[in-house]
């Protein structure tokens, strides 16, 4: 073996050959995953829970390019919109909205092609997107384990996860910055890989016995660059998108620390902070505002925008080194932070995030009760529900996980697990300071992916690492087969209150465990 490849060994690892099979079983799951999200995705045919934010503001967004103002209260125009008609905006006065255009502009996407009255359309890209996700996950699992296999189930627990399928029913913008931040998560991966290649080529290309004091630059870094459009599309879906941003900047230039001192610099820290932390600071930040201001374009181009006018009519406040039209949008900043800060309000479902993982408080989209002949219900009171209640079988292991990985990472120092684990700092970990808020369990969707990742983490230990002994690997498995079945029929008994079934009161009873999920 020659110096280039004892050093790509070093820093890449283990590398899987089965190309094929590592696109063909998580593709099968995206396909199954696909057909059960897009199964009656339409129904029920009603605005269910933020949607009917959401959902007309996609509309307003075709019509107006941004969001305009409803004739009366949200949920009291709903009749009026799910009935066929989209006369129920006032076209002249824009409404002051708390979430960046990107979600809603997908979410119109599938109203552009399918009809804006059509809730098979208000659905639809969020759909795909959760259909896409499900293959996502399975070749991120790939390249993370180095294993086709571990790969194929991730992709199987991401399509019969309960959150991710409920989301992926659902027009609400969660599963969109969920998306991209797990693309953002991909592109680094692949970053790293191709990074590590590029520093051993470079590292080899040196004369025998050089001792490097910093290493060689490498500034080129495209997919990294991909990242940093997808963190971007993420802070243009909801704020929170940022905490990502944070932890994945954090997490990439820690491996390139990592890299150099595989290689041999000898002031590894130093140079990858300066050659490594430097640039990817500055052109990850410049790519991810870029794109955050480009995904305003149409309030930019709008004379009816909320607050677009705003620089005008307050000569003299704001940020006055900004020009107008980005005087006007810090100011609407301002005060949709405002709104997020002190959204106190008592609500039914709100819940804590120390209670997520274990999922104490599923978050009750819709419900409704049927008597007797009304809806196919043959008893005398029925139940039709959409519950945001996550698989049992899967978040509970993901809570044992957690501990797993937080050894493998702190005593083992294994890369992967904390990856992983940055997963949950973005998606989760924010949530802890923000408990004076009014929040939701639904808010794990944004870092489900990450569960699923956990949860494999876990399945290969009890596999066992290549080389173990047949029979190691044998029972490996079996227990992961045995799980897998156990998913499956979690799935299947969970599906009615997923999917606004119709059920017998009592049957709906039998699936809320906890008075806490009623």
Known sequence: MDRREQLRSRLLGFRPSDVLWGWLGPLLFALIGGLVRFWSLGRPHQLIFDETYYVKQGVSMLDHGVEMKWKGEGEKVDPTFTEGSTDVFITTQGDMVVHPPVGKWIIAFGEWVLGPTSSFGWRFSVALLGTISILMVGRIARRLFRSSWLGTIAAFLMAFEGHHFVHSRTGLLDLILMF????????????????????????????????????????????????????????????????????????????????????????WFGAGILKDGVPAGISMSLVVLGTYLASWASWFTSTHGYNRSWAADNPGEGVQWLPPSLRSLWDYHVQAYGFHDTLTSEHTYQSNPWSWMVQSRPTSFFYESKEMGVEGCAVDKCSKAITSLGSVSIWWLATIALFFLLYHWGMKRDWRAGAILAGFVGGWLPWFFLQHRTIFTFYVISFQPWVILAVVFLLGLALGPRGAPERRRRVGHLVIGAYCLLVLANFAFFWPVWTAQVIPYDHWQWRMWFPSWV
């Not at 150099?260 to 000898?266: I, S």
């Open 180 to 267: 991209f931040a797990l693309a953002a998560f991909g592109a680094l991966l692949i970053d790293r890989d191709w990074s590590r290649r590029r520093l051993a080529e470079k590292v080899a290309a040196l004369p025998a016995g050089v001792r490097m004091r910093t290493g060689p630059w490498l500034l080129w870094r495209p997919w990294r660059l991909v990242a940093a459009v997808s963190l971007g599309l993420a802070c243009g879906t909801k704020w929170s998108g940022l905490y990502f941003f944070a932890i994945f900047g954090l997490m990439t230039v820690w491996w390139d620390i990592g890299a150099r001192r595989a290689v041999g610099t000898r002031r």
